[in-house]
């Protein structure tokens, strides 16, 4: 993946991000870690073209994220499943791949259960978001993002709201998924998710991206900010 972010500022009623430059290219799984309220989520829902940022441009694989084109290349796991509540698991998906991608029944059908067999749901298919665990639900949300074959993830926290045996088995998933030949851009606090499916991370701090670079950089901190996050998170 090739990312390109240039003169990124965004303001709400403060500047959440501040003059944002960056570029990237072959890597395909970047993490964005920090405190709260540092900008992660921000960035993200920036970068996925879900906000446009206050000013600046940012371009993945050469498309600018605000061209309507963009859309159609990308996939968003969100904190907390945002599944339909009445549909079932597989009717959840089959229903986007047959409104916004024109798939008819059958095709919708065999990819939905194509998906949600790699999330290790074939057995849940049929059951409504509220009948499954909460990491069987998050798992079917990954499967949803899947399904449009995006060429990039995102993934906003998708463990937060999950206890720490369904968090493992969320991140076991996504691990399963590297050979996909998709890229994964996600904000995580669980730094062992991190170092071992991350080839790329940026920490946030007040806005800004204060330290960048390879894994290693986690065990190494060049500045003191992330030196002192990993002291706390560990
Ligand atoms: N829609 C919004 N309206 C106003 N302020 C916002 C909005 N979204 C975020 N902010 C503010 O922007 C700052 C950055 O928020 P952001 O959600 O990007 O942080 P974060 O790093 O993802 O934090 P967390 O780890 O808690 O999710 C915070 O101060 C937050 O209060
Ligand atoms: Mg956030």
């Known amino acids: 993946m090739k990312l390109e972010i240039t003169g990124i500022n965004h303001t709400y009623d ?47 694989n050469d498309l600018s994220v605000d061209n309507p084109e963009y859309k159609k290349h990308v996939g968003f796991v969100f904190q907390q499943h945002n599944l339909f509540p ?17 798939k008819p029944k059958e095709e919708a059908e065999e990819t939905a259960m194509k998906y949600l067999k790699l999330l290790h ?60 030949g998709k890229s994964f851009i996600f904000v995580t606090h669980v730094l ?3 170092k071992d499916f991350a ?5 946030m701090h007040e806005g800004k991206i204060h330290e960048c670079g390879i894994p290693d950089i986690l065990e190494n901190p060049k500045t003191n900010e992330l030196n002192e996050f990993m002291k706390k998170v560990r």
Request: proline residues 4%; negative net charge; aromatic residues 4%.
């Open 14 to 60: 403060v500047d959440v991000l501040k003059d944002l430059n960056f570029s990237l290219d072959n890597h395909n799984s970047i993490a964005i870690i920090g405190v709260s309220g540092s900008g992660k989520s921000t960035l993200l829902r920036l970068m996925s073209g879900l906000e446009k940022p206050t000013s600046g441009t940012i371009k993945i």
């Open 86 to 102: 009445h549909l079932s698991l597989k009717r959840n998906i089959t229903l986007i791949l047959e409104k916004t991608r024109n």
């Open 121 to 180: 749901l074939e057995d849940q298919v049929n059951k409504l978001p509220k009948n499954v665990s909460g990491g069987q639900a998050q798992r079917a949300s990954i499967a949803r993002a899947l399904s449009v074959d995006p060429e990039i993830i995102f993934l906003d926290e998708p463990t937060a709201s999950l206890d720490p045996i369904l968090t493992h088995e969320v991140l076991t998933a996504v691990e399963e998924l590297k050979g996909l």
């Open 192 to 194: 062992s998710f991190v």
């Open 199 to 203: 080839d790329y991370v940026i920490y």
